[in-house]
Nanobody, 114 residues
Framework: VQLQASGGGLVQPGGSLRLSCAAS????????MGWFRQAPGKQRELVAT???????NYADSVKGRFTISRDNAKKTVYLQMNSLEPEDTAVYYC?????????WGQGTLVTVSS
């Protein structure tokens, strides 16, 4: 299984970005996809997750600003990020979990700066 993330970049405070992560390979239909992030000097933290049934979970810091969604047919998860703040600057990693397996994408850098 491989995860390919895209969509990071430089954006001004208050701006928006959309991250995508496509999975390839054999994947159980029952799974959880999500996004984590790691800022310089900090530990990796949960941003949001979504189950194959569509149940979502968000970190308190992004609730109301970020939206996670997925396309099961395309095996792709998305993260729509609005009202971005400098504190959102981090490398964002997509994640896929099923049947006890845990997979990570390569990370995509999001920089929020004026």
């Amino acid at each position: 299984v491989q995860l390919q993330a895209s969509g990071g970049g430089l954006v001004q405070p208050g701006g928006s970005l959309r991250l995508s992560c496509a999975a390839s390979g054999s994947i159980f239909s029952s799974n959880v996809m999500g996004w984590f992030r790691q800022a310089p000097g900090k530990q990796r933290e949960l941003v949001a997750t979504i189950t194959s049934g569509g149940s979502t979970n968000y970190a308190d810091s992004v609730k109301g600003r970020f939206t996670i969604s997925r396309d099961n047919a395309k095996k792709t998860v998305y993260l729509q990020m609005n009202s971005l703040e400098p504190e959102d600057t981090a490398v964002y990693y997509c994640n896929l979990q099923f049947a006890g397996w845990n997979y990570w994408g390569q990370g995509t850098l999001v920089t929020v700066s004026s």
